[in-house]
């Protein structure tokens, strides 16, 4: 594979309690346990919703992608939702979980599930976990 973009991050601190930063210092956030796994919570981001807004982001370039390819004109209100969720994995150790949504307003039912399962072929964070975990891809008109 040619590579185009690295992104590089560090984690530092007490893990989840801790801090991330990017390497050109766009992302610099503290970390906390939400307070459904037992931490603090508070105005802090997580893990998950990190993954969420990068996993919504990518698959609304897919779907973009997917959509001009077949010539479908998508509306400004276009939007990707992703729900990360974590809990325990059989065997011990934890897993994630991810449901996708795609608003589609303006198109019918059976033209949005197919660009849905297009782009869910062509994103590379579909591609990325494909087997590894359970995504539920959804269209909604």
């Not at 991810?98 to 591609?127: E, F, M, R, W």
């Amino acid at each position: 594979m040619q590579v185009l973009y690295t992104a590089e991050a560090v984690a530092a601190g007490d893990g989840r309690n801790g801090e991330v930063r990017s390497s050109d210092g766009v992302i610099d956030e503290v970390l906390r346990v939400p307070t459904e796994m037992g931490g603090p919570g508070g105005d802090a981001t997580n893990p998950e919703q990190l993954f969420a807004a990068g996993y919504a982001a990518c698959f609304h370039g897919a779907l973009r992608l997917v959509a001009g390819q077949a010539k479908v004109r998508l509306g400004a209100d276009t939007t990707v939702t992703a729900r990360v969720g974590i809990g325990p994995k059989d065997g011990g150790g934890f897993q994630l979980t991810v449901a996708l949504t795609a608003s589609l307003p303006g198109l019918d039912q059976a033209q949005a599930d197919d660009l849905v399962a297009k782009a869910h072929q062509v994103c590379p964070y579909s591609n990325a976990t494909r087997g590894n975990i359970d995504v539920a891809v959804n269209a909604t008109v």
